[in-house]
């Protein structure tokens, strides 16, 4: 089973780059982030049309998040237990659409489009990192209630765990840039504590191996990018994991996402 998953920066506005590459690559599981649709105005033909049955969870033109199968989309589920909601400027706070679960051929996905903290003083910082505690929380309780369950974390963690996951450590540090500050890396590395694996790593050795390459400033051509897009497993769905590959080649020409699509190769 090839499963995957793509932040897609606007399903709509990537309509066809979408349907080409679900062509082209016979996935049979895609978790996509930031669709920046509502459930009203979500491409649902383009899936179905494809042998897909699709689950999204989207209100307003900002995030959004959904799940594609061709082998089951099963006890769909959106949110996780007691996931943080944002207020922003002390506003009533609101459930932002960036969490949707599905079993699909036996597996449990989720596709995750983890907060921005935007900068390191911003409100939305305390926000991200209570939302990865939360979450870590609940996946650590998957665990502890079925050791061998199949469980894939996947989606944009705006998160550069590593050194090597960003084209440049001290342009980031010394201008305290978000996505490899401690605490952040610390929210991140709970999830391998908790026992999850970053099953796509191996196959794909850095350094100036990314998944996220910013519009401006020619960051793509310069090879300037991050890795932020990941996909984490339990332990006995890591123990399936026959290949993975990060596909560059999605990020160029006209129309493409920031982000770049990773996939991951089931036993």
């Given at each position: ?11 709509r506005a990537r309509a066809d780059r979408v349907e080409d590459w679900l ?28 042998g897909y049955e699709v689950a999204h969870f989207g209100v307003n033109q ?206």
């Amino acid at each position: 089973m090839l499963i995957a998953t793509w932040n897609v920066n606007s399903l709509r506005a990537r309509a066809d780059r979408v349907e080409d590459w679900l062509r082209r690559t016979d996935v049979d599981v895609l978790a996509i982030q930031e669709t920046k649709c509502k459930d009203e105005n979500f491409p649902w033909e383009l899936f179905e049309m494809n042998g897909y049955e699709v689950a999204h969870f989207g209100v307003n033109q900002w995030n959004g998040v959904a799940i594609a199968s061709r082998v089951g989309l099963d006890d769909v589920q959106r949110t996780f237990p007691d996931q943080p909601a944002f207020g922003k400027g002390g506003k009533d706070p609101l459930q932002e659409p960036r969490a949707i679960a599905a079993t699909c051929g036996g597996v449990r996905v989720w596709s995750l489009y983890v907060p921005n903290g935007r900068a390191r003083d911003d409100e939305h910082m305390p926000y991200k990192l209570s939302w990865l505690d939360t979450l870590n929380r609940q996946a650590a309780g998957w665990l502890q209630e079925d050791p061998d369950a199949q469980i894939a974390l996947m989606g944009d963690w705006n998160i550069a765990p590593q050194d090597e996951d960003v084209w440049d450590i001290d342009y980031f540090v010394q201008n305290e840039l978000t996505h490899v500050s401690e605490p952040e890396r610390a929210a991140f590395s709970a999830f391998l504590e908790t026992g999850f694996v970053d099953v796509v790593r191996p196959h794909t050795p850095g350094p100036g191996v990314y998944t996220y390459w910013d519009y401006t400033q020619l960051r793509f051509p310069k090879r300037q990018g991050m890795r932020i897009d990941f996909a984490l497993c339990s332990p006995a769905l890591a123990g399936r994991v026959t290949g993975a590959s990060i596909d560059r080649e999605e990020r160029k020409g006209k129309g493409a996402s920031d982000h770049a699509p990773v996939l991951v190769e089931l036993a």
